[in-house]
């Protein structure tokens, strides 16, 4: 049956609305698995001022059976078997018949009782409490209270439609009673509007200029955008994020058209672009990458026949352009390393010093990976470019525009003249900013790109700054999505463990955790945001477990091992080699160190099994050190024929103690050899329960 919600507020801000979509579905499935109810189908949407869920729920539990219990049966039953005064009590309160009584076994004893058909709860009950269980246990960035209510929540709530089965549910939330009634558009057409199915709840409010599926809206604002700029064969500037806070901001969009003064056009393509987004959420309009004197918006109205929203937004935009071109003229008059000069006056962090602090440590972070990655001819320029990377924070620009910063200094720096490793390093170094984000074109800003987010992490970890939840104020994950899918992009390979090491050592006492601790601290920070990126790559947990185990080293070779799994999980020898590594790691379970003696080789079989390992971790060991897992995996498969032979004829736990521990021990040699790889024993195979490891997702 048909299950429909929504809770009808004032404007939320496009992130609250997806916090709040993502609660909702995680919130109403619990509810409705705790509750013993089917759910067939279930989806969140949403508008501005609406959070919408639409589900196929089945009618109610299933009815079960149960068992009541009532007085122990020796009490219950006299010696003859015939029911006492108190079993037939029990009967009589029960309403059972005596006949239906039997004894019960519990873990408590022996009592007497019966079995009974229980009927399940109906769906519009168990809906009667999870509605305003959920929707209050939501919550926000930001929350507020108004009126008299201690009730907080993102905006105000306006009222509540929930039906089930094409029925109102008898519940509440917040002092709005459930009813089956809503309202249009606010400004284009707020008549009521009643609903008892999606379809004629979707239906309604498209005749009331509303609508509710924000795939449809995206769709919508894609196609009036290309049919505005196909006269001039014009596109975009590409940002997906305005375009999904646009459609998360509108009920009905309106794609409006507008142009600026072409005198504006002197001022950089991302200067344009960033001082439309910021503030007034509008699109740059390009041609063959290069600014023309437009821009589109997209309003929540239906049309704008007076030209009333096109002529606010050019007034508006033409302030900030004059803005932006004074701010460009004004920065320019004062070189980049003159203004580098005052970052000691600007805090990075408390703990950490001044932006001065921070490009001198770059400086050396980033001579250390200029040495480690081969990359001696731009060493010098690179190190220029990270004491030069934190100027354009004192420019005006950058004042008003955040959004640019690095991008601004890497412009500034080009038209000063300064070498290309030097400009490009500055404007790319905040690159990316998430995972979808580009990472830098150049091998200059690659590497302080690094240096830049590695730095920030330690320094954080290092003077205690937690990580939790949807906390986290000091963007970690970002910074290490970042460092982790520069090294991925372009296959820079260099060891975390060792550039750790070099970044607390240029941190020196500043820091008040212990050094050992943050750098353990960090490695396990980083193992988990690799796991995040390969399970959101679509790799399956357990193989990327088995790939995490031998550590983060360079984390190219996490991506090599789980590749190398993934490559060759349908192999017909993959699963036993899965079971025979998962044997070897049974046997040698809690098993001390043992060194190898050939001379108590006593069985043929493990001469050749000693033999056969020697080649194999000859063949294997240069392949894995330079990240050639799947090759090496491939020889890897040799040892199993001369594995099931040796476990055929040799018994490992022999009696005699000087043998045992010779074979335990090449048992232990061939486990090592497999973990330099991935830790094969991880790997759920068809049969098994594999569980995901704690804390991840």
Sequence with gaps: MEFLLELLTEELPASHIRSAAEQIEVGFRKELLDGRIEVRSLKVLSTPRRLIVAADLSEGQEDREETVTGPPLAIAKGPDGALTPAGKGFARSQGVDESLLEAVTTPRGEYLGFKRRAKGTPTADILKTAVPRVLGSLTFPKMMRWAESPFRFSRPIHGLLCVFGGVPVDTSFEGFRATDETVGHRIASPGPVRARTFEEYASALAGRSVVVDPERRKSMIVAEIEAALAPLKAKIYPDPELLDDLTLNVEHPFVVFGSFQEAYLSLPLEVLATAMREGQKLFSVVRERKQLPHFLGVADAVGDAKGLIRRGNERVLRARLEDARFFWDQ?????????????????????????????????KIVGYLCDKLGAADIKAETVEAAGLCKADLLTEMVKEFSGLQGRMGGLYAKLEGAPAAVHQAIYEHYQPGSLEDASPASLSGAVLSIADKMDSIVGAIGVGLQVSGSSDPFGLRRNAHGVCKVALDRKLRFSLPLLLDRILA???????????????????????????????????????????????????????????????????QFEPFILMAKRINNIIKGTPPAKIDPELFAEKEERDLASTLSIIRDNAQPMIARGDYARAQGILFKLQPVLNTFFDKVLVMA???????????LLQSISKMLLAIADYSLVVVEGEKGSRPKGAR
């Design 655 to 665: 009696e005699e103690k000087k043998v045992r521990q010779n074979r335990l021990g």
């Design 506 to 572: 240029v941190y020196g006492d500043r820091l008040s955790l212990e050094r050992a601790a943050t750098k353990a601290a960090c490695l396990d920070f980083f193992s988990g945001r690799l796991r995040f990126i390969l399970e959101k790559r679509g790799f399956r947990y357990d193989l990327v477990s088995s790939a995490l185990a031998p550590g983060v080293d360079q984390i190219t070779d996490v991506l090599a091992r789980v590749e190398a799994l993934d490559a060759l999980k349908s192999s017909p």
């Design 331 to 363: 920065d320019r008059k004062v070189p980049l390393a003159e203004r580098a000069a005052g970052l000691k006056n600007v805090l990075f962090q408390e703990k950490l010093g001044s932006y001065e602090d921070k490009s001198l440590r770059l400086k």
